[in-house]
DNA sequence: ATCGGAAATATGTCTGCACATATTATCTCT
DNA sequence: AGAGATAATATGTGCAGACATATTTCCGAT
């Protein structure tokens, strides 16, 4: 028997992702270590090492060291989605966005708010606005920041750029979280967006923060019919 | 002034994304070359790739051969997030996981199902299954399975074993995708769910193949509350 | 000017080697 | 038999060098 040669990690991850289809290494089973799956397949170990970490990064393996490497039981699927600005999220369906300030001010943010971004009673930046695509309307956003750690912000016209924009370019974040859900839409959404009170939405919550600081928290509320997407 | 050292890839990925965050390196303009980099860190060209892909990856980055490296002008943060079976899922959350199966056909699907799988007027496997989270309802989940290839299922006891548990153990998918979405209750998932009619659904609807052929379709109606929850 | 091919360059990845580190297995002493 | 020290082992990662590959730049022929 001639011995298959593979000298691209692209090309042993496929074999290991094929053995692993094939059953010939079921759900929980241990694989040879890096070492003999490097002789077998002809090539250097770190080779081996790139296809079976990438694996493992997808959800596909279990990797654990001196225990070795295993087909991961519950294959907990892993899927990214990238999460762009809504400008280009618009763009992106080929249609023009618009935008649109509803409400500016300067007060302290309800309990849900301090409690998510740990701010105590500080009066924050309280923004409402209303993205559209092609002059329907999109998402509303609402959002609090952290006018303490980006006080600059109280000198930008957020009429012409939207808040998020200006962010991303000036306050940069280290760290943050997001979470998906469905929300009945209240009164002032249903009017934002043209919708009977109760109406399902979609909506996405955002917090961010740099280090230590937080610097913003949004709750993005889809008009109906949105739908995120992703492979995986 | 002492050149700093940098021996693993981990530092000199905290060091890159400390200068995109100071704004010595941002957004938009172009980073040195790791050759260069690496001379800087004191560390081996591969040190400096491995950070640098990590950060590409995450979306922190934009990398292109020969045209270089540049800190990403829209910083499209990717989220990760985790496809989990339902019953880890609830058990994830300390509650015990329950599952009655509701009905079960041989039909032909409705067009959206046809189109989304590909499978024409061919008869489909239709299953509808009610997951709970201690005995309160949790999910409604609403599957078409592909049974021209995976005959097997016809003979498996789905009231004991999820279908989806049977599927990932037997039927291992290529690729998939996953949109979410919000939906108004209908009549039917009101009543398994315990809620009026029309209320928001948080609604997951995955489609997965193998190769060429298609396994499954399935839609998962959380009950009202579900949040799905990722770092960025 | 313009177009096409050649050169230059930054990233992508492989190799072979070494050592670090986490975790498991084993052995020893009581 | 049990607890704690010790060895063994698989993965994690670093390094130096080499070649591959995609793109851009440059230069010469038309």
Known sequence: MIAPHFNTWQSVQDEVLR????RAW???????????LATEFGCARA????????????????RRRRAGTRVALH?????????PLISAEVAARGQRHGY??????????????????????????????LHTAD??????????????????MRDIDLSVQTANEWLVANAPF????????????????????????GAALFVVDRTTWNGAAPITAVRLAYAPGYRMQ???
Not at 75 to 83: G, H, Y
């Open 75 to 83: 294959p907990v699927r892993k899927a990214t989605l990238s999460i």
């Open 19 to 22: 053995r692993i289809h094939i």
């Open 230 to 232: 992703t492979a995986i």
């Open 174 to 197: 280290t760290h943050g979280d997001i979470a998906f859900s469905a929300h009945a839409a209240s009164a002032a959404e249903a009017q934002h967006l043209g919708i009977p009170i």
């Open 100 to 129: 649109r300030l509803l409400a500016r001010s300067e007060v302290c943010p309800p309990a849900p708010v301090r409690a998510q971004l740990g701010t105590g009673t500080r009066p924050l930046l309280h923004l409402l606005a």
């Open 135 to 152: 002059a329907a309307p999109y998402v509303v956003e609402d959002r609090w920041v952290n006018i303490a750690v980006v006080p600059e």
């Open 26 to 36: 079921p759900p929980g089973s241990a694989i040879p270590n890096e070492a003999d």
């Open 47 to 62: 080779t081996v090492n790139r296809a079976l970490r990438a694996l493992a990064e997808a959800g596909i393996l279990d």
